[in-house]
């Protein structure tokens, strides 16, 4: 099975601020690599997939990039409406799996 | 619209069984694969088990393998996920998702399984 290994698990940025978040696949996913957004009590929303495209209406603050097994997602300018935890999940190969979340606050 | 409504959930003791259900609306169903994913109260996200459009093809985590059962009805629409066995570690919000990449997310179900 693929791991994923997300960092950091928890994270607090002043509103404005640009936040990363990485995510490094234990080998190759053919950069089948998806970010997810998940607000307390509410499902999961896909915001990336594959690397760095972004899923219709999702605002052009958030971005993907990376290869091979090294992912990074970004928020340019953090909005208050942007606190959640991030996922990240690979879709190469059965099992998918997730990253183990970055809860992401605000200063 | 995509939407998917997950039920079926319930308090069910250990060892017991439960059907959950995941009616899809809003698009053509039967051209999507499927995946259930489940969330520990306060933990990340566990991806369960995948089906196919045709049902032909089908994976497990191994946490679940062998005691859940996933299946399909394109004529229905519909998404099931049969567990049996079921173990407090178990216990969880279910959700219902669209594709691998998790384009749709249902709105979960939650299983509790306690004596």
């Known amino acids: 099975d693929i791991q994923m290994t997300q960092s950091p698990s928890s994270l607090s940025a002043s509103v404005g601020d640009r936040v990363t978040i990485t995510c490094q696949a234990s080998q190759a996913i053919n950069n089948f690599l998806n970010w997810f957004q998940q607000k307390p009590g509410k499902a999961p929303k896909l915001l990336i997939y594959d690397v760095s495209n972004l899923e219709t209406g999702v605002p052009s603050r958030f971005s993907g990039s990376g290869s091979g097994t090294d992912f990074t997602f970004t928020i340019y300018s953090l909005q208050p409406e942007d606190i959640a935890t991030y996922y990240c999940?690979?879709?190469?190969?059965?099992?998918?799996?997730f990253g183990q979340g970055t809860k992401l606050e605000i200063k | 619209e995509v939407q998917l409504v997950e039920s079926g959930g319930a308090l069910v003791q250990p060892g017991g069984s439960l059907r959950l259900s995941c009616a899809a609306s809003?698009?053509?169903?039967?051209?999507?694969?499927m995946n259930w994913v489940r969330q520990a109260p306060g933990k990340g996200l566990e991806w369960l088990s995948y089906i196919s459009r045709s049902g032909n093809t089908i994976y497990y985590a191994d946490s679940v393998k062998g005691r859940f059962t996933i299946s399909r009805d394109n004529a229905k629409k519909s998404l099931y996920l049969q567990m049996q066995s079921l173990r407090a570690e178990d216990s969880a919000v279910y959700y219902c998702?669209?594709?691998?990449?998790?384009?749709?997310w249902g709105q979960g179900t939650l299983v509790t399984v306690s004596s």
């Open positions: 999940q690979q879709s190469d190969s059965l099992p998918y799996t």
């Open positions: 998702v669209r594709r691998s990449r998790g384009d749709s």
């Open positions: 809003g698009f053509t169903f039967n051209m999507f694969d």
